[in-house]
Antibody
Framework: EVRLLESGGDLVQPGGSLRLSCAASGFTFSSGAMNWVRQAPGKGLEWVSTIGGTGGNIYYADSVKGRFTISRDNSKNTLYLQMNSLRAEDTAIYYC???????????WGQGTLVTVSS | EIVLTQSPATLSLSPGERVTLSCRASQSVSSQLAWYQQKPGQAPRLLIYDASNRATGIPARFSGSGSGTDFTLTISSLEPEDFAVYYCQQRSNWPITFGQGTRLEIK
């Protein structure tokens, strides 16, 4: 069974930084594309970033490009999202999601809440 | 960017009824479209992938159809646990995009 557990969400001031983590288990971590998807309070889903199994093939939404960095440590089965220059509009629940063979988001974590406010 | 437009925004129905949700893409996504269900306080759950394939463990009352730009998700007979928000999502082109969602409410 695929299990994804996000952590690192917090209250941070505008312009601040935060690093999210997603611990994975139940599958061969290095074989799957991993992703971050966010959901602002009361809003819909927004894809944020994707990283391929080996750490190459990285993609970002325009809304976070140049501010967020996705990475993974396959030896620790962990996905990361380094978030810099945070803005109020980055306030959301951030979900970690798995994609097998670049398919749909077949497994999701429970999310971690990031609040950007002074 | 491919825009996905879901309709209607909200539906009020009763258990046992049949429902069809629509998702229209601004350009062709071939069959690279998925549907997700999200209940309050929970993460989304994959229902349908590649337009018409049910994900593991999804009941047979859920079905998907379509290709190109027009897609539908049908629930043949609503169960109480089906009242939720439903999203479509395309992976044909970067960036990956989601529809704005359809809320299914109990009448």
């Amino acid at each position: 069974e695929v299990r994804l557990l996000e952590s690192g969400g917090d209250l941070v001031q505008p312009g601040g930084s935060l690093r999210l983590s997603c611990a994975a288990s139940g599958f061969t971590f290095s074989s799957g594309a991993m992703n971050w998807v966010r959901q602002a309070p009361g809003k819909g889903l927004e894809w944020v970033s994707t990283i391929g199994g080996t750490g190459g093939n990285i993609y970002y939404a325009d809304s976070v490009k140049g501010r967020f960095t996705i990475s993974r440590d396959n030896s620790k089965n962990t996905l990361y999202l380094q978030m810099n220059s945070l803005r109020a509009e980055d306030t959301a629940i951030y979900y970690c999601a798995h994609r097998k063979n670049w398919g749909p988001f077949d497994s999701w974590g429970q999310g971690t809440l990031v609040t950007v406010s002074s | 960017e491919i825009v996905l437009t879901q309709s209607p925004a909200t539906l009020s129905l009763s258990p046992g009824e049949r429902v069809t949700l629509s998702c229209r893409a601004s350009q062709s996504v071939s069959s690279q479209l998925a549907w997700y269900q999200q209940k309050p306080g929970q993460a989304p759950r994959l229902l349908i992938y590649d337009a018409s394939n049910r994900a593991t463990g999804i009941p047979a009352r859920f079905s998907g159809s379509g290709s190109g730009t027009d897609f539908t998700l049908t629930i043949s007979s609503l169960e109480p646990e089906d009242f939720a928000v439903y999203y479509c999502q395309q992976r044909s082109n970067w960036p990956i995009t989601f529809g704005q969602g359809t809320r299914l409410e109990i009448k």
